[in-house]
């Protein structure tokens, strides 16, 4: 049966309006997606899971690739949005640069290695060599935390605490010494990290990192 030959949503289902019925569709999508994985999921699993018809989900997405994509992106933006608000409340700038960047950096450990995060992750690993382009789709950088981060190196460096030639590089590389790490020693996410073995990752790529860019006397 063709996507144009549904009907409209059935009665009583569960989203209501238009923004909050497309993010109720992507969790349920995401809900289904880590229960079956990408191949072996149906849009009408992911239609009953929703509480909407095959077509309400045609008409915002389009396809089963398109949904998935929108999965990506939302777990992503959330993990950003939960850390930029995290990082303004709990990053301060003590005047202690050490303290500041592993503050930093063990906040955003915690986020990547969130067990949706790496859950997500391990789907699109698992789908990599029928449909590689989910995993480009993962790869592609979102990070507002990487930003935040850029604008308090960029005040270090105009402090001459550090010296970095290329900002947005140097923001990038302490997040793959310290949360890409995490991800890696995890297993990206089928073991779960204790507070300590974060702590070590945390002081090892926090430690690398500032033997890089620290600014030599």
């Known amino acids: 049966m063709s996507p144009n030959s549904q009907g409209g949503d059935p009665p009583g289902g569960r989203p209501s309006g238009r923004p909050g019925k497309r993010r109720a569709i992507i969790d349920a999508a995401r809900h289904v997606f880590l229960r079956n994985g990408f191949t072996d999921t149906s ?13 309400t989900i045609y008409n915002h997405f389009g396809d089963k690739k398109s949904l998935f ?43 990547l290695v969130a067990a949706d995060i790496n859950a ?14 989910l995993a480009a789709e993962w790869a592609r950088p979102r990070s507002g935390f990487e930003g935040a981060l850029a604008e308090r190196i960029e005040q270090q460096v ?12 140097a923001a990038h590389q302490l997040v793959v010494l310290t949360a890409q790490e995490a991800a890696q020693q995890s297993g990206l996410g089928g073991r779960v990290l204790s507070p300590a073995e974060i702590g070590k990752i945390v002081d090892d790529g926090v430690d690398m990192w500032l033997r890089c860019y620290r600014t030599r006397p």
Do not use: C, M, N, Y
Request: hydrophobic content about 45%; overall charge negative.
């Open 69 to 111: 994509t929108a999965v990506i992106e939302t777990a992503q933006r959330d993990a950003t949005q939960e850390s930029e608000t995290r990082f303004a409340k709990e990053f301060k700038e003590s005047g202690d640069l050490d303290r500041d960047l592993r503050a930093a950096a063990r906040l955003w450990v915690e986020l």
């Open 158 to 169: 105009r402090q001459g605490v550090l010296d970095v030639p290329d900002i947005a590089l």
């Open 43 to 55: 849009v009408d699993a992911i239609a009953a899971e929703a509480g909407v018809s095959k077509q």
């Open 120 to 133: 997500l992750r391990r789907v699109i690993l698992a789908e990599q060599v029928r449909h590689p382009e």
